[in-house]
């Protein structure tokens, strides 16, 4: 038994397949296959059921999976302790969201690969709620407000909101003045939404009603152009739109709060140097004063600003 066996048993489990897990690892499927025998046989229990839609874990599997992915991530810490200070090796699997991932992130992930050439990076752009430890990835990039979470988060910057609305619907409905005005509007919405506001010192919280809900900033961004409803947005996702007058800002009177960007990764003592290194370039682009907070083990984020 050997490392690269445990890696690809950890990535056909997460992938749930050999083809996809081969895909990922950059190796041929008949290479997955001859390494999972290989571990399978020197263990002496199967791990995986194989089907013609792909491969699932046995009981034997699911409890073994937990242990490889621990002896994996031990494994490139190690090998990060051992290398000299500049190279980065291996592979870094990184989660981020989908309305911000491709325009914000993704440039500095690309920077990353050109200064670490021996350095595979796996993006995943996302603004489903991913599992790290089960989908096996190294860390996220996530935005919004920190709750209660085992998972591990550094903050590397913030990121401003504002309330918008076509001028179509203006026109038809009004715009609040108020947060407690908020309640006889259409919004446009994430499921289950609170939104908050600044008043003065304080911070007023209101809990949205809409039609409209979507899991994805981008296609909240489309149902306010198309005048469905109010918007509670990251900036940067419509400060075109305003710059061109097809939203106008409302309620400017009640600014929303600042939300954080952070790197999130599963609980561990020793996160890789692929990690930190990431987590520095993202302080160097996006961080503010925020950024220097330092590390908390309270990581599960509300993404609503997402």
């Not at 918007?231 to 061109?244: C, N, R």
Request: charged share 20%.
């Amino acid at each position: 038994m050997d490392i690269e066996e445990l890696r690809t048993f950890v990535e056909v489990a997460d992938a749930s397949g050999v083809t996809h897990a081969a895909r990922r690892l950059g190796v041929s499927k008949s290479l997955v296959s001859r390494r999972l025998a290989r571990l399978e046989q020197f263990l002496g229990v199967q791990l995986l059921a194989r089907t013609t839609r792909g491969a699932s874990l046995t009981e034997a599997g699911a409890t073994f999976r937990e242990h490889a992915a621990k002896i994996c991530n031990e494994f490139d810490v190690a090998r990060d302790a051992t290398l000299p200070s500049g190279d980065l090796r291996g592979r870094l699997r990184v989660a981020a969201p989908l309305s911000f991932g491709p325009t914000h992130f993704a440039p500095v992930l690309s920077q990353m690969a050109r200064s670490h050439p021996q350095l595979q990076i796996l993006s995943s752009y996302t603004d489903r709620f991913v599992d790290l430890v089960g989908e096996g990835f190294d860390c996220a990039i996530r935005l919004g407000h920190l709750q209660d979470s085992v998972l591990v988060a550094k903050r590397v910057g913030s990121i401003f909101g504002i309330l918008v609305a076509s001028p179509e619907y203006i026109d038809a409905h009004g715009a609040p003045l108020t947060p407690g005005e908020i309640a006889n509007h259409q919004v446009v919405m994430r499921d289950d939404e609170r939104w908050q506001f600044m008043d003065g010192d304080g911070i007023v919280t209101v809990r949205p009603q809409g039609r409209f809900v979507a899991d994805s900033g981008i296609s909240l961004v489309s149902a306010a152009l198309d005048g469905i409803g109010i918007g509670y947005l990251p900036e940067p996702l419509v400060a075109a739109h305003i710059s061109s007058g097809t939203l106008v800002p409302i309620m400017t009177r009640y600014p929303i709060p600042p939300a954080g960007i952070f790197v999130v990764r599963p609980p561990g003592q020793h996160p890789s140097r692929k990690v930190r290194i990431l987590t520095e370039m993202l302080i160097e682009r996006f961080g503010t004063a925020s950024a220097k907070d330092g590390t908390t083990t309270i990581g599960k984020l509300d993404e609503r600003s997402a």
